[in-house]
C-alpha cells in the first residue's frame, strides 16, 4: 500500500514542473555550499558539481532530460534577462573601456583566433571526424551563439552545446592557476581573458572574484560572441585545408 | 524589482526582434545588453533599483548554466566514440585562448605604460 502510494507520488512528481526546478536549485545549493566550503577554490566548481549530480540522478531514476527540462527551463529561461543585465557591470567600467579599447580590441582578435584555430588544429591532429571539428570551432563564445554557428557550417549544434559548457567549465577551474603560472595579476586583464576564452561560465567565475573582473569578463564574451560568428565561417576553408 | 525586471525583458524583447528582423548573427540577449548598454550611456547610468536587482541576477549566474549543462547526458554515446580527441582540443585550446589573450593585453598595457 505504501508502496503503491509512493509510486503514485512519484508518477505525480516526475509530470510536473516542480520537481526539476526543486532538484536544479538545491543540487546548486549544495554545490555552492561544498565551492564555499572549499574557501572558493577554482577545481570545486559549482556548475560541474550541480551537473554531475543531476545527470547521476537523472540517469539512477532513469527520467528523460525532456521532463527535468520542463521543470529547469525556469531557471534557463533567467539566462536572457540576466545576459542583459551584464550591461550594468559593464557601464559601471565605462571610463577604463574608453581607455583601453584598441589594446582590448587587438587581444580580442588574436584570442579568438587563438580559440578556434587551436581547437581545429589539436582535433584534426588527434583524429576528430569533420563534424566534429565543425561543431568545436565556436565552443569559446556563448551557447546560443556557438549554436548557431555550427549549425549554419553543417556541425552538430546540440554536441556544439555540451562542448561550449564543458569549455566553460574547464575555463573556469583553470584560469586563476594559469594566471598565476603567467604572473597576470590585473583584474581587466584576468577578466578580459576568462570571458574571451570561457564566456558566460567564465564570466560568472571572475564575477565572483570581483566586480571589475566580472566587467571586463562580460565585455569580452559579448564581443567574442559577435567576433566569432564572423571570423569562424571565414576560417573554416583555410582550416579545412590545412589540417586536411 | 518588478521595474527593474521588465526593463531588462523589454531590452531583451528588442534585441530579439532586431536580431530575427534583420538577420543579425547575435542572439537576442546579447545584442539586448548592447542596447542597454547604450541606453545607459544616454541616461547616464542605471538607478539604484536596476543597479540592486542587475546584482541579485548576477551573484548566481553560475545556476542559470546547470540545466543546460545536464543536456550533456544527452551526448553520452557522441562523446564515448571521440571523447579523447575532443577532450584534448577542448583543454588546449581553452588553455591557448586564456593564455595569448591575458599575455597580448599585459604587453599592450605594458607597452603603452611604458610610451607615454
Not at chain 1, 163 to 188: E, N, S
Not at chain 2, 82 to 89: D, G, I, N, R, T
Amino acid at each position: 500500500m505504501i508502496r503503491h502510494d509512493f509510486t503514485g507520488l512519484w508518477v505525480y512528481l516526475s509530470a510536473s514542473p516542480l520537481l526539476g526546478l526543486t532538484l536544479t536549485l538545491i543540487a546548486y545549493l549544495g554545490a555552492w555550499q561544498l565551492h564555499r566550503r572549499a574557501g572558493g577554490h577554482p577545481l570545486v566548481n559549482p556548475v560541474l558539481i550541480a551537473v554531475l549530480t543531476l545527470v547521476g540522478i537523472l540517469w539512477a531514476t532513469d527520467t528523460a532530460y525532456e521532463t527535468y527540462f520542463d521543470g529547469a527551463q525556469f531557471v534557463h529561461f533567467l539566462l536572457g534577462p540576466a545576459t542583459v543585465a551584464l550591461a550594468i557591470p559593464l557601464y559601471g567600467q565605462l571610463q577604463r573601456l574608453r581607455a583601453m579599447a584598441i589594446p582590448l580590441g587587438l587581444t580580442l582578435l588574436c584570442g579568438a583566433t587563438t580559440a578556434i584555430v587551436v581547437a581545429w588544429g589539436a582535433g584534426a591532429l588527434l583524429g576528430a571526424s569533420e563534424a566534429s571539428l565543425i561543431s568545436l570551432a565556436p565552443k569559446s563564445v556563448t551557447t546560443p551563439i556557438a549554436m548557431a554557428v555550427a549549425e549554419a557550417l553543417g556541425g552538430l549544434p546540440s554536441l556544439t552545446a555540451a562542448l561550449v559548457i564543458m569549455t566553460g567549465i574547464f575555463g573556469a577551474m583553470v584560469a586563476q592557476g594559469l594566471f598565476r603560472l603567467l604572473g597576470t595579476r590585473d583584474p581587466a586583464v584576468q577578466g578580459f581573458a576568462m570571458g574571451l576564452a570561457a564566456h558566460g561560465i567564465g564570466t560568472a567565475r571572475a564575477f565572483q572574484i570581483s566586480a571589475e573582473t566580472g566587467a571586463f569578463a562580460a565585455l569580452a564574451m559579448a564581443t567574442n560572441g559577435l567576433l566569432t560568428a564572423l571570423l569562424t565561417p571565414w576560417l573554416l576553408p583555410w582550416l579545412s585545408r590545412w589540417f586536411a | 524589482m518588478l521595474n527593474a525586471i521588465t526593463l531588462l525583458l523589454v531590452f531583451q524583447l528588442a534585441g530579439e526582434v532586431i536580431s530575427r528582423g534583420l538577420g543579425i548573427p547575435l542572439p537576442g540577449p546579447v545584442l539586448g545588453m548592447a542596447l542597454l548598454f547604450v541606453a545607459l550611456i544616454l541616461h547616464g547610468g542605471p538607478g539604484k533599483n536596476l543597479q540592486d536587482t542587475a546584482n541579485g541576477l548576477l551573484s548566481h549566474l553560475s545556476l542559470l548554466f546547470v540545466p543546460a549543462g545536464a543536456g550533456i547526458m544527452l551526448h553520452a554515446d557522441r562523446l564515448a566514440s571521440e571523447w579523447q580527441a575532443l577532450l584534448a582540443a577542448l583543454v588546449i585550446s581553452t588553455l591557448a585562448a586564456l593564455a595569448v589573450s591575458a599575455l597580448v593585453l599585459t604587453f599592450i598595457l605594458r607597452r603603452r605604460g611604458s610610451g607615454s
